[in-house]
């Protein structure tokens, strides 16, 4: 409504401030949407991390990192004990600490990228103590809370 000297009321101050701001909250959510924040490798990687580190919260059980055969990526569940570097089928890299060090890593056709990772307070020992391994994707692993180390066979 119109004052009686043709300026804006209050009100309709109010009413065209408050649509700006939805026009412009709805904008945002439109490209939040469409944006490639979202990457499908990145919270795949994040799912399996977090499955295993539920697993090793509780003291032990399964675990399965299963994928889509369409899936252009290959997924591992590598430890590499003390070392910063394990080959096995695939060349695989860690930084950081390094002691019972536990990543969920892939291979994106080109190289492997070990970004979620974590030091365990013991070993997880699969075959030989000591040694560093690798699970692929498919296979399944139980995980048994020993006195000083985690044992894990591959089921």
Known sequence: MVSKRGELTTTEIVEIVFGV????????????????????????VQS??????????????SFLMWQPADEDKEFYLVYFQNRSFFEAR??????????????VC???????????????DMPLVLGVAGESWVVNVGERIEIVKEEYYYNVIKI
């Open 90 to 103: 695939r060349k695989f890299y860690s930084l950081g600490n390094n002691v019972n060090h536990v990543c």
């Open 21 to 44: 701001a939805v026009v412009f909250v709805m904008a945002w959510l439109l490209y939040a949407l469409i944006s490639p924040g979202f990457d499908k490798t990145d919270e795949t």
């Open 106 to 120: 892939y291979w994106d056709g080109d190289d492997t990228k070990c970004e979620s990772c974590k030091n365990l």
């Open 48 to 61: 399996y991390f977090d499955s295993f580190e539920k697993v090793m919260e509780d003291g032990g059980g």
